[in-house]
């Protein structure tokens, strides 16, 4: 159950060159992350109120450069589901081509910074999402 967003490069999000400097994909990623909370019916406003969810790490392949104007379709799949983290491979694509591919590990975390058990309705939210793997840490 993928989840999909998509992302018009901006102006913002170029180099001089009119190519998408790296950094503005991370932001795009954050963005998408931040929407499937919203399709879930948890939006960050209300989950940041009691915890959060910080990226952990994160490791990602650049493929194919994005250029301004571009419509990139950023698609989300969840492949675990822990205790307190989750794990997520993150895929943009253009017209056919994909131009990056991100491996993201997000941690359920208390307001004091702490890991912490997924809460039993967002967990509840997300289990229907994983795919391809066990869940569990």
């Given at each position: 159950?993928?989840?999909?967003m998509?992302?018009?490069?901006?102006?913002?999000?170029?180099?001089?060159?009119?190519?998408v400097?790296y950094?503005?994909?991370?932001?795009?990623?954050?963005?998408?992350?931040?929407?499937?909370?919203?399709?879930?019916g948890?939006p960050?406003?209300?989950?940041?109120?009691?915890?959060a969810?910080p990226?952990?790490e994160?490791?990602?392949?650049f493929?194919?450069?994005?250029?301004?104007?571009d419509?990139?379709?950023?698609?989300?799949?969840?492949?675990?589901?822990?205790?307190?983290?989750?794990?997520?491979?993150l895929?943009?694509?253009?017209?056919?081509?994909t131009?990056?591919?991100?491996?993201?590990?997000?941690?359920?975390i208390?307001p004091e910074?702490?890991?912490?058990?997924?809460?039993e309705?967002?967990?509840?939210?997300?289990?229907?999402?994983?795919k391809?793997?066990?869940?569990?840490e």
């Amino acid at each position: 159950m993928a989840f999909d967003m998509v992302q018009k490069v901006l102006f913002k999000h170029c180099d001089p060159a009119g190519i998408v400097f790296y950094p503005r994909y991370f932001e795009m990623i954050n963005d998408c992350v931040e929407a499937f909370f919203d399709h879930l019916g948890h939006p960050f406003e209300t989950l940041h109120k009691t915890g959060a969810v910080p990226t952990a790490e994160i490791s990602t392949r650049f493929t194919a450069p994005s250029r301004h104007g571009d419509l990139l379709t950023l698609g989300l799949d969840v492949t675990r589901l822990g205790r307190s983290s989750l794990g997520l491979i993150l895929t943009a694509r253009c017209a056919g081509e994909t131009r990056f591919t991100a491996s993201s590990t997000l941690v359920y975390i208390t307001p004091e910074g702490r890991p912490a058990p997924w809460p039993e309705a967002l967990r509840a939210s997300l289990e229907p999402h994983v795919k391809g793997q066990e869940n569990g840490e």
